[in-house]
């Protein structure tokens, strides 16, 4: 197997490519279930590679099949490909040309970096063994996401292992981290329309007032948090949209409220939704107003297999000058927890904050970016990792000499 080292300088020819192809999906995002374009240009590339390519799986999602001269797993490899409805504010040649919408979370680093991965397993097919399945993921930052709809089509088949890397502008450059067992959080979101009576602003005991009724829930939810779930348990219940009134002296008769549940334990996620509509029921029911939710579960836990989680503090050390990380549990959500559900693996963070170029915005920031040298980082690690697998793969049943 090759040294980190080694493996870098082998990747390092194809950086110019990286940045290229970054810049170009940069320059022309496109939402979540509207890659079409996306879809078709990262398949134009990896034909131009000489790559077997599976388009229209899932949805505008890709598969690249490389298959080696040599007996080994099936090692499957995923980056995603959408971007955000936000207004790119970054001052540089690569800015979206798009109006409101933007790379904001590094999916075009991921997709550049992991072609440049199937660039690195094309031309070196004679020694690879077994078979690398890279997936091109669409619509990883909208619920259903497009995780599913691949799988449904087949994308996993045969598979026996699986990773993918975030890059994360939160952690320095040169750095990655990850963490055996529930990595990221399950997230569900809710939609709460309140109806009361409405009326004149001076003559309250003729209303019932929406407002006062949704004041009240958004405090109450605070308290399933603090007074109900188990305090060993994370749970967040964020209310992030309120939306009532039309003028300072109309009671308002409608309000509607909107947000997110995260959690990392299946018992702990069916009971704040149990709770939250207990809370909602009760509070309506004390002022006398009607209510309806709607509440959609969206993605599960990223829960890492724990021999996987080892491979990377036993793989990337050998890559990162900064050092790995073991990470902490983080209420941020990603759909690569359906990849997980059905196969071992790892996702993994490589850093790509650096404050002397402008990478140090969150993510979803109007100013995002990366420290695009991190692409080498991740495109190294998933190599690094799918070898390693490799070499440790069960050989029972196979010709050897």
């Known amino acids: 197997m090759k040294t980190g080292g080694h493996l870098k300088k082998l990747l ?3 950086y ?4 290229r192809r970054r810049r170009y999906l940069h320059q022309h995002p496109e939402l ?5 374009k996306t879809s078709q240009w990262i398949a134009s590339e990896l034909r131009s590679m000489g790559c077997e390519v599976q388009e229209g799986v899932g949805g505008y999602g890709i598969v690249a099949t490389i298959k080696g001269h040599l007996p080994g797993p099936v090692v499957a490899l995923r980056a995603d490909m959408d971007a955000l409805p936000i207004q790119d504010e ?3 040649e690569y800015a979206s040309k798009v109006p409101g919408i933007m790379h904001a979370c590094g999916h075009d680093g991921h997709t550049a970096a992991l072609l440049a991965v199937a660039e690195y397993y094309q031309g070196g097919k004679d020694q690879l063994a077994g078979e690398r399945r890279l997936l091109f993921q669409p619509a990883e930052e909208l619920t259903p996401g497009g995780a599913e709809p691949m799988m449904k089509a087949g994308a996993l088949e045969g598979a026996d292992v699986i990773y993918g890397v975030h890059l994360w502008s939160p952690l320095p450059y040169g750095q990655a981290s990850t963490k055996p067992g529930p990595f990221m959080a399950a997230a569900d979101e809710f939609t709460i329309d309140i109806t009361g009576l409405g009326g004149h602003g001076g003559m309250p005991h003729k209303t019932v007032d929406a407002i006062i009724v949704g004041s009240a829930i958004v405090q109450a939810a605070q308290s399933i948090v603090s007074r ?5 348990q994370p749970a967040v219940v964020t209310i992030g949209s309120f939306q009532a009134g039309s003028a300072n002296n109309v009671i308002a008769e409608r309000c509607q409220l909107k947000g997110t549940v995260r959690t990392f334990d299946a018992e702990t996620r069916a009971y704040v939704h149990e709770r939250l509509k207990a809370t909602i029921e009760h509070i309506c029911g004390m002022y006398g107003a009607s209510w309806e939710i709607d509440y959609r579960f969206g993605y599960p836990p990223v829960v890492n297999d724990e021999t996987e989680a080892d491979r990377f503090f036993r793989t990337a050390p050998e890559l990162f000058e900064g050092g790995v990380v ?9 759909d690569f927890s359906y990849y997980l559900e059905k196969l071992p693996g790892c996702f993994m963070f490589v850093g790509a904050g650096n404050a002397e170029t402008g990478a140090s915005y969150a ?4 100013r995002f970016d990366i420290d ?6 991740a495109a190294s690690l998933l190599v690094a990792m799918a070898e390693h697998y490799s070499t440790e793969w069960p050989s029972e049943g196979l010709d050897t000499l």
Request: with cysteine.
């Open 12 to 14: 390092q020819p194809l």
């Open 32 to 36: 979540s279930f509207q890659e079409a």
């Open 228 to 232: 109900n779930v188990n305090p060993l």
């Open 363 to 366: 993510h979803h920031h109007p």
């Open 16 to 19: 110019p490519d990286m940045i």
């Open 372 to 377: 695009e040298r991190a692409m080498i980082d």
């Open 90 to 92: 970054k001052t540089c």
């Open 326 to 334: 073991r990470a902490e549990a983080i209420m941020v959500a990603e």
